[in-house]
Nanobody, 120 residues
Framework: EVQLVESGGGLVQPGGSLRLSCAAS????????MSWVRQAPGKDVEWVSR????????YYADSVKGRFTISRDNAKNMLYLQMNSLKTEDTAMYYC?????????????RGQGTQVTVSS
């Protein structure tokens, strides 16, 4: 059973930084590309970033390009999202998922999420 546990969210001021983590289990992590998606209240799920199974290639939504960095540690079964220069519009629940489980902008299954709130 795929299990994903996100952590690292919190309240941060505009311009601040956070590092999200995703602990993966129940599947061979190193064999799967991984993604981060987010959902703000009242809005659809938005794809944020993805990384290939080797970590060699990364991709970002235009809204976060240049501010967020996705990475992974296959030895630890961990996925990360470093978020810098945060904006109020980055406020959302953030989820990790296997990229293969993502379609039409949403991913299932995904973890319980971690809340990121950017506010002064």
């Amino acid at each position: 059973e795929v299990q994903l546990v996100e952590s690292g969210g919190g309240l941060v001021q505009p311009g601040g930084s956070l590092r999200l983590s995703c602990a993966a289990s129940g599947f061979t992590f190193r064999s799967y590309g991984m993604s981060w998606v987010r959902q703000a209240p009242g809005k659809d799920v938005e794809w944020v970033s993805r990384i290939t199974y080797t970590g060699t290639s990364t991709y970002y939504a235009d809204s976060v390009k240049g501010r967020f960095t996705i990475s992974r540690d296959n030895a630890k079964n961990m996925l990360y999202l470093q978020m810098n220069s945060l904006k109020t519009e980055d406020t959302a629940m953030y989820y990790c998922a296997r990229s293969v489980d993502c379609s039409g902008g949403d991913c299932q299954p995904r973890g319980q999420g971690t809340q990121v709130t950017v506010s002064s």
